[in-house]
């Protein structure tokens, strides 16, 4: 049973691990050609295997949440979308030299800011001019982060026509005193509209993204919030823990910090999801995300097929991930690359004819090994141990699985682990006993560099 007293012990400040080495742990500057020598390697060995991922950041919003700890630019001049469409298309033209052969495409995700900021009509020119130069995989899945404010019925159906089949709706919260206070005002007839067009259009997955945590939630409103969004039914859920890291994402300055829900209460807010989603059929795929059994997500958590890389969850492994735009990120599976974090400095590089890389780093043996065990654990749920890899695992890793496994979360001897039903909720703390990272450096863990886990 999850009881208090494990979420208490759990709650540490914990990554959640889209990456390893997390980012954190990257070399503030990698050199632009070992990048480019890395990625054309994995595209050769990747691409007519099982195609590549593509992730397109659009970082514009009309208002500023000042909960978000996206990177996001806030603008109502639609003038932006011209310029950046330019350069994400004079990007992809720069990876496309890499490429000794047209990219088979089986995974593309918009992310922002707001995707939906940008019309249809330039939405679907920039698809059309990047996927035109590309063969789309015959099994492809398209998705994109849609806000219910301002996704219009021609985006839903403009994006379908493309080929996308899965839509992320940020509902966040439905209470107006929490919307209010977090600067998002939306009504929840505007949820309901977008979710029901999008199923009329024939979209097979709907997406919900919630935050627990916010200022002025208490559990009342939330279980009020939860109860409206489930009868929609959403296919997934991402209930995310409000990540608070207002040294990084000013705009959380913006709101008075007592009005954060306590440590308790948050923790009883977690717990209330848990507790009406499991008691409406959706099942817990760990780290954040919930789906209804005929998602595809719990099928391939089922079957064993599960991945997870910046994108989060996905259903398609690919090992070549290509982010364009501004702080996008790119894995090539033993190598990250970021795009610099500013427009003005993406805008540089690119209308120079460079690629826009700043942080990254190049993985070593031991960090694939280690990559690959978080991956097991929070994929499949289980991991073997490399005969090799010993030495660090008993220094390190080993006194941690002990504990863990006294809290019945994992199962494990000197071969292998297996996370147990209750270690399903905390695959986060289960994960971080194999950053080698975090466990070498068990200081930087008091840092406020990483949320909270709950
Ligand atoms: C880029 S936003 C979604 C798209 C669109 N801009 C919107 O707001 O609907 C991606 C998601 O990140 C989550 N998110 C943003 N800031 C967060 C924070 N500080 N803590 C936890 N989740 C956060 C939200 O649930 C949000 O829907
Ligand atoms: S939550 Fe979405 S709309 Fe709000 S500022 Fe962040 S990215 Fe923009």
């Known amino acids: 049973m999850i009881t208090a007293s494990l979420l208490k012990k759990y709650n540490q400040p914990i990554p959640r691990y889209t990456s390893y080495p997390t980012v954190p742990n990257w070399k503030e500057k990698i050199s632009t050609e070992d990048w480019a020598a890395c990625f054309s390697k994995q595209f050769t060995v990747n691409n007519s295997k099982e195609g590549i991922s593509l992730y397109i950041h659009l970082p514009f919003c009309e208002s500023l949440c000042t909960y978000c700890g996206c990177n996001k630019k806030i603008t109502t001049n639609h003038s932006v979308e011209e310029n950046y469409m330019d350069a994400l298309v004079k990007e992809w033209e720069l990876y496309l030299q890499l490429m000794p052969e047209k990219p088979v495409i089986r995974e593309l995700h918009l992310g922002g800011g707001t995707p939906t900021f940008f019309s249809p009509e330039n939405l679907q020119k920039l698809l059309e001019t990047i996927l035109g130069q590309a063969v789309i995989h015959p099994d492809h899945q398209f998705s994109f982060e849609a806000h219910p404010n301002n996704t219009t019925h021609a985006h839903l159906l403009t994006l379908y026509n493309l080929g996308f089949r899965r839509l992320s709706l940020g509902v966040q919260d439905n209470d107006p005193v929490v919307q209010f206070t977090i600067n998002r005002i939306q009504p929840f007839k505007n949820v309901v509209e977008v979710t029901e067009w999008a199923r009329e259009i024939g979209y097979t997955s709907v997406n919900f993204d919630l935050i627990y945590g916010l200022p002025k939630q208490t559990p009342e409103s939330m279980e009020r919030t939860l109860t409206q969004c489930i009868e929609l ?222």
């Open 233 to 454: 039914k959403p296919d997934r859920v991402a209930f995310y823990s409000y990540a608070h890291v207002p040294w990084t994402s000013r705009g959380q300055r913006l709101f008075d910090e007592n009005d954060l829900p306590p440590a308790e209460m948050k923790m009883q807010l977690y717990r209330l999801g848990k507790f009406i989603f499991s008691a409406n059929g959706y099942n817990d795929i760990g780290m954040d995300h919930f789906a209804l059994r005929n998602d595809e997500l719990f099928k391939a958590r089922q079957e064993g097929r599960l991945h997870r890389n910046f994108m989060g969850y996905t259903t398609q492994a690919t090992a070549l991930l290509l982010g364009l735009g501004v702080s996008s990120i790119s894995d090539a599976g033993n190598g990250y690359a970021q795009n610099n974090k500013t427009i003005g400095e993406y805008y540089q590089s690119i209308n120079a004819g460079k690629l826009d890389i700043t942080k990254g780093y190049f993985l070593s043996d031991e960090d694939l090994s280690f990559k690959r065990y978080i991956l097991d654990i929070s994929c499949k749920g289980a991991t073997r141990f490399n005969a090799k890899d010993l030495d660090s695992l008993r220094l390190f890793s080993f006194p941690q699985l002990e504990g863990l496994a006294e809290d019945g979360l994992i199962s494990w001897d000197e071969s292998a682990l297996t996370v147990t039903p209750l270690g399903h909720h905390f695959i986060r703390n289960i994960c971080a006993a194999f950053d080698l990272y975090l466990l070498k450096n068990k200081t930087a863990i008091q840092l406020p560099t990483y949320s909270k886990a709950i």
